[in-house]
């Protein structure tokens, strides 16, 4: 069972990091282009961190309160919203709103997934430390 769960925890990593890894190489590109000053480019990125930075506790309550499953849930359903408004983003605004709902969504995610894992391998009566696989994430 552990493996199972090992592989499931991989493959989500893959396919939740892999489209923000490949946006990352032409992020800069699409913000100029659609009219962003790099300024503006900066300020949109450090809005991401400024979210990452107010959000993290809060979100961590919530998977407290509401299961780590549900977090982690909720964390793909902000990234895709933060990215779906990405995509009908015009302005500095729109840019910034979505940066923050894609920090929300990251925020649900980010001990929340490890945790559930972790929590998941206790059930399944897993002897060995995972603490060095769960550091592929960070």
């Not at 499953?69 to 990215?83: D, L, T």
């Not at 729109?94 to 559930?116: K, P, Q, R, Y």
Request: glycine share 8%; net charge negative.
């Amino acid at each position: 069972m552990a493996d199972k769960i090992f592989r499931n925890y991989l493959i989500f990593l893959v396919l939740f990091n892999l489209p923000f890894s490949l946006m990352h190489a032409i992020y800069v590109l699409f913000l100029i282009n659609s009219g962003m000053s790099m300024a503006e480019v900066g300020i949109i990125n450090f809005m991401f961190m400024v979210g990452i930075f107010f959000l993290e506790i809060p979100t961590g309550v919530v998977a407290d309160l509401f299961g780590r499953k549900i977090s982690v849930i909720w964390g793909v359903v902000f990234a895709g919203i933060g990215c779906f408004v990405y995509y009908f983003s015009y302005s500095f605004w729109l840019f910034v709103t979505a940066e923050l709902v894609i920090a929300l969504g990251h925020c649900f995610i980010s001990g929340a997934l490890d945790a559930w894992v972790k929590d998941s391998l206790d059930f399944n009566g897993y002897k060995k430390s995972s603490e060095q696989f769960l550091v592929l994430e960070k």
